[in-house]
């Protein structure tokens, strides 16, 4: 399985952007999908992750500002951010396993295939 993450760039604060990642690979569908981020200087964070099961996860940073999403009919899953802050700068990564549940879709331990990030800056 290989994940492409893509849709970063460049966004004023207030500002949105819809971050996509690509999965190769026809079972899609079993695999739970996450978004973790890292900004310059700190560790990698989790985002959102959705599971097989469509149950979802916020971290609280972003809980009403980011929308997590899949389509297992294009095994494409889906980062919609919105209200952006100087703060949410980072690069982002999805990441995504067959074996992680609903309890463990924060863990970055859990997952076994990594996208290679997307950078997304917020800034005037």
């Known amino acids: 399985v290989q994940l492409q993450a893509y849709g970063g760039g460049l966004v004023q604060p207030g500002g949105s952007l819809r971050l996509s990642c690509a999965v190769s690979g026809r079972t899609f569908s079993t695999y739970a999908m996450s978004w973790f981020r890292q900004a310059p200087g700190k560790e990698r964070t989790f985002v959102a992750g959705?599971?097989?099961?469509?149950?979802?996860a916020y971290s609280d940073s972003v809980e009403g500002r980011f929308t997590i999403s899949r389509d297992n009919a294009k095994r494409t899953g889906y980062l919609q951010m919105n209200s952006l802050r100087p703060e949410d700068t980072a690069v982002y990564y999805c990441?995504?396993?067959?074996?992680?549940?609903?309890?463990?879709?924060?863990?970055?331990?859990?997952?076994?295939?990594w996208g290679q990030g997307t950078l997304v800056t917020v800034s005037s």
């Open positions: 990441a995504a396993d067959p074996s992680v549940i609903l309890s463990n879709l924060r863990s970055q331990a859990a997952y076994s295939n």
């Open positions: 959705i599971n097989r099961s469509g149950g979802i």
